[in-house]
């Protein structure tokens, strides 16, 4: 027999199966439990020959109802004398016949009568020998290795239920008899009946409201990089949702009567089954990866299913796992647009019952009816395509206007193919997209409406390559299309009427920008060419430069939007990864950007795409770093890229400051210099005033004896907690500390490292909390103080960092780079390394450098999402650089040894 006619008959095979254990000897439950587990066997060998996984999931419920009439008839018939009359009955998905290898089997088991006092789980009986049979029929079906979550119920218990609740009213509208009393279902059928509960007006507002609180839970996006394929923006629950209105309202009992009702069309139609096709196969073999249910599309998943699906890396830039991704959400993207189209329409024909009043004017091609936006002859677009742009422009200019009017978002859909390269070199298209840049209220709304009915992709082909792109790395969370609108709602809020609450800082700069349509158009292309293979940043700068020709403005502007796009990486690498208290850094950036315009726009720009990347990871600590490379540059650009500020000058500058500062605590600058002069020059290039200030203060003041000295300020102006130490100079105090500091679960942004002339270490480390955020709670700052003064006053006891690696990072192989250069102006050797953030690696270095005798001086920490960047600046333990090679390789080589093992 083929595969397929096995699948069929599946729910035959499994009672032949059953029939001839039970008839050797095999006992009920390993009977029972085999039969489940070959037939489901059965289905993953059907799904792996290419057996439409529609077919699967309902022979999957057969298979089910096979085994539940049978443990029914075993547990419950015949029934007790006097007995109430049952019937078992499927419901929610199961009751669809829909059922995955992980499903819950929601059941109802109905009594014909009210019944009081039962034990735990079941409302009470008077018929003890019921209570037994039902609780030993539900444990049995656990036994056998079927999840269940069961209710027993009278039917006014149903009718009162379904009335208090919209799930319970949406579970038993596709209640579904498997076995029992016929006439009973029936008139559960008739009691929750739309005449009886729940109209439709009702049920569809509930409905509605339950499915925007369930997107608000879920970011509101389709395009997690972990979705849920059930409850996402465009998962399976939006088709389900359709699915129920159509059959509240018009009785429908597939999605194909709402094409004789005339609210889907037969391509819409297709559309929506071939993308519940996709989720479903992405579903089934989920379900069967994990060995349980499991509707979240995690890491640990992406990557066999993609195989799983025949996909194959093309090269380095376009992974097999995005490729399969990019489908999903490309799926999902269509069907979130056709829900909210048919929402749309079941609002306007079951709230409003069509009438939405009269129309409102608005020119020869557009009305506004019912508060939306309407076409007021539906050949507009086909006559004239560039209509279809006016669309987004005409809802920036009337904000009274809610949205388009479904139909008419259908017209856009059947006629977006007509935006061609004439379409989008005719000259009234490009000043209606050039309007949409330069509106007041910035195009960032615009422009999310137009990508999600697909006309942005339809007049920027480039940006339909970006569409659903994962992006597969430490970095983003979302794919590049969502990363690039949500940019652009950044800028948007930096330049609005109102500003940025967060930050007047930008919004101040933001102010200062002469055109923000270029700032605009170079968020909008930044990451354009992401995929294409070769440095997205200069092929997105081309297609910036082609646009901006193309719409005919001027070659400065062109030229400045082209600039930003190829150098939007720089300012986050400079902030992130250089040594801003170097003037020579300040210097060579201040240089790249030339002027201060270019560094407005900038910094903006790379704000907002920092904020975008990852919303969990922005934090006051890269804000601050950003803000202090902008105004040192804005600095240097004043002073004159001709006239840089010398190093001996700014530590004059910082020194004076810092006197100052300190005059005011009765601390005199004799007394300073003395402990200064212990200090090397390093200390005060990479401290601000207030540090030096804040630091001297604390050890001139500390008593005679009162060490480990261990100091915290909670927030600092870099936005972060510092935690200052000042001890004897010792071995393992870099990694004790960094110990301590990983155990209380704290993030090391910044460490500065410094042993003074008489042997003193002077170390101070900038943290923040796992959300990112400076200490606060007082009862934290003393613990984490008395963990430090512990571990630096008694190092004969171990100290143990116990957090596991992230679920999410063991899915991105990153290697461990470690290089070294010297650094003769300053007697030492750079040691620079890269790898994966993991518990404990500042511990794990700290340790390497004691065993190898290796001193260190200072270090310079950062960590770009979950990619560590750090650099160390090293020495012999006499103070020389470390040139020997052996030293190096051995250095080199411990250092991969004891991070590339494997994590727990």
């Not at 190092?795 to 143990?800: G, L, N």
């Not at 596991?804 to 461990?816: A, E, N, Q, W, Y």
């Amino acid at each position: 027999m083929k595969i397929e006619a096995r699948v069929k008959a599946l729910d035959s095979l499994v009672a032949q199966w059953l029939e001839a254990d039970l008839a050797q000897g095999v006992e009920t439950i390993p009977a029972f439990r085999r039969a489940l587990r070959e037939g489901r066997q059965l289905l993953f060998d059907a799904f792996d020959e290419g057996v439409p996984t529609v077919d699967l999931v309902q022979a999957h419920g057969r298979l089910v109802d096979s085994l539940l009439r049978q443990a029914w008839q075993w547990h419950l018939q015949p029934s007790p004398p006097g007995g109430p009359p049952l019937a078992l009955i499927a419901v929610g998905g199961y009751g669809r016949g829909e059922l995955h290898p992980g499903s819950d089997l929601d059941i109802l088991i109905l009594r014909g009568d009210p019944l009081t006092g039962l034990p735990p789980s079941f409302p009470a009986d008077p018929t003890p020998s019921l209570n037994e049979q039902l609780a030993a029929f539900v444990a049995f079906l656990w036994d056998i290795g079927t999840e269940v979550g069961q209710s027993v119920r009278t039917l006014a218990e149903c009718v009162t239920e379904a009335q208090a609740d919209v799930t319970v009213m949406t579970n038993l509208m596709e209640a579904r008899l498997i076995t029992g009393d016929a006439g009973l279902f029936a008139a559960l059928r008739q009691a929750t009946g739309p005449d009886r509960l729940w109209p439709s007006e009702d049920f569809f507002a509930a409905k509605a409201a339950e499915q925007r609180q369930r997107w608000r839970k879920y970011g509101g996006t389709a395009y997690n990089l972990e979705p849920n394929i059930k409850e996402n923006p465009g998962g399976l629950r939006d088709i389900q949702m359709i699915g129920w209105v159509a059959k509240r309202h018009f009785a429908a009992d597939t999605l194909h009567d709402l094409v004789a009702h005339g609210f889907l069309t037969e391509g819409e139609y297709l559309t929506l089954i071939e993308g519940q096709a996709l989720l479903w196969r992405i579903r089934f073999q989920l379900h069967r990866l994990a060995g349980r249910r499991e509707d979240r599309l995690l890491f640990d998943y992406q990557r066999t299913l993609a195989r799983d699906f025949g996909f194959v890396d093309d090269g380095s830039h376009n992974l097999a796992v995005e490729q399969f991704m990019q489908q999903y959400y490309r799926t999902v993207i269509e069907l979130n647009r056709l829900n909210e189209m048919l929402l749309q329409l079941f609002q306007e024909a079951i709230l409003y019952h069509d009438q939405l009043g009269p129309p409102l004017p608005i020119n020869r091609r557009f009305q506004a009816l019912g508060g939306f936006l309407d076409v007021t002859d539906p050949d507009v677009f086909r006559r004239n395509p560039v209509a279809v742009l006016e669309v987004f422009h005409l809802l920036q200019t009337h904000p009274e206007i809610q949205g388009i009017r479904a139909s008419t978002i259908r017209l856009i859909r059947e006629c977006r193919h007509l935006i061609d390269d004439r379409i989008r070199g005719d000259l009234r298209a490009r000043s209606f997209f050039m309007e949409i840049m330069r509106h007041v209220q910035g195009p960032a709304a615009a422009l999310a409406r137009m990508n999600r009915y697909g006309v942005l992709a339809a007049y920027l082909p480039a940006f339909a390559n970006i569409v659903g792109r994962m992006q597969y790395d430490l970095f983003h969370v979302y794919t590049v299309d969502e990363h690039t609108l949500r940019l652009l709602r950044h800028l948007c809020d930096f330049a609005g009427p109102e500003g940025d609450g967060e930050s007047p800082f930008r919004t101040t700069i933001a102010r200062e920008i002469p055109k923000l349509e270029l700032l605009y158009l170079a968020g909008l292309f930044h990451d354009i060419a992401k995929g294409r293979g070769g440095d997205h940043s200069v092929l997105g700068a081309r297609d910036a430069w082609d646009f901006c020709q193309r719409h005919e403005l001027p070659e400065f502007d062109s030229r400045l939007v082209a600039w930003l796009v190829e150098k939007h990486l720089v300012m986050s690498m400079t902030a992130q990864r250089r040594d801003l208290s170097d003037t020579r850094v300040i210097q060579e950036f201040a240089t790249l950007v030339g002027d201060p315009d270019r560094l407005n726009y900038l910094y903006l720009l790379t704000v907002a795409d920092m904020r975008a990347t990852d919303p969990a990871r922005w934090n006051a600590w890269k804000d601050s770093l950003l803000k202090e490379l902008y105004q040192a540059t804005r600095t240097a650009l004043g002073r004159g890229l001709e006239n840089p500020l010398a190093q001996d000058e700014l530590i004059q500058q910082k020194q004076e400051e810092a006197l100052r500062q300190l005059a005011a605590y009765g601390l005199t600058r004799d007394r300073c210099m003395v402990l200064w002069i212990k200090f090397n020059l390093d200390y005060f290039r990479n401290n601000a005033p207030d540090e030096i200030a804040w630091q001297s203060r604390l050890i001139l003041t500390n008593p005679p004896g009162n060490l480990p000295l261990v100091v915290i300020r909670p927030v600092t102006r870099r936005g972060c907690t510092e935690v200052f130490l000042y001890t004897p100079d010792r071995n393992l105090i870099f990694s004790r500390t960094t110990a301590v500091l990983d155990q209380q679960g704290l993030n090391i942004v910044d460490a500065r490292i410094m042993t003074t002339d008489d042997a003193m270490a002077l170390d101070a480390f900038h943290v923040l909390d796992h959300d990112g955020q400076p200490l606060i709670d007082p009862e934290v700052m003393d613990k984490l103080r008395v963990a430090l003064r512990r571990a630096l006053a008694h190092p004969e006891e171990p100290v143990q960092v116990v957090r596991r690696l992230p679920r999410k990072l063991k899915h991105f192989p990153v290697g461990t780079e470690v290089s070294f250069l010297p650094d003769p102006r300053n007697h030492r050797t750079l040691m620079r390394l890269t790898t994966l953030d993991r518990p404990g690696l500042l511990a794990q270095i700290g340790a390497i450098f004691e065993e190898g005798g290796i001193r260190l001086h200072n270090a310079k920490i950062a960590t770009i999402g979950a990619l560590v960047d750090d650099v160390f600046f090293i020495t012999t333990r006499n103070d020389t650089p470390i040139t020997a090679e052996t030293a190096l390789r051995w250095l080199r080589a411990e250092i991969h040894r004891r991070l590339e093992e494997e994590p727990d």
